[in-house]
């Protein structure tokens, strides 16, 4: 059986900031990817950023130079630093392990 909690979600202003944390836990033996994606209302799940376990990023084109993916070293523990938020950041924000287990989500709003 294998958990992904994410955390740190909430209400942020326009040019504000939040940050997003996911761990893992479980039967996992290994570190794997992982990757933030986004839904908000009436769209698609879509991509935000991911990571591998070796620590290389990947951003969407709407995110980059805003938003931050890091991982803690040999572990599957993620963190998601946003700045500058927008009003389209406004999602729900889910943590993916490998390609298999999401977590729960966790609410973002942007509003001034």
């Known amino acids: 059986q294998v958990q992904v909690v994410e955390s740190g979600g909430g209400l942020a202003q326009p040019g504000g900031s939040l940050r997003l944390s996911c761990g893992a836990s479980?039967?996992?033996?290994?570190?794997?990817?992982m990757g933030w994606y986004r839904q908000a209302p009436g769209k698609q799940r879509e991509l935000v950023a991911t990571i591998t376990a070796d620590g290389s990023t990947n951003y969407a084109d709407s995110v980059k130079g805003r938003f931050t993916i890091s991982r803690v070293n040999g572990k599957n523990t993620v963190y998601l630093q946003m700045n500058n938020l927008k009003f389209e950041d406004t999602a729900v924000y889910y943590c993916k392990l490998q390609d298999r287990y999401w977590g729960q989500g966790t609410q973002v709003t942007v509003s001034s």
């Open positions: 479980g039967s996992i033996f290994r570190v794997y990817a």
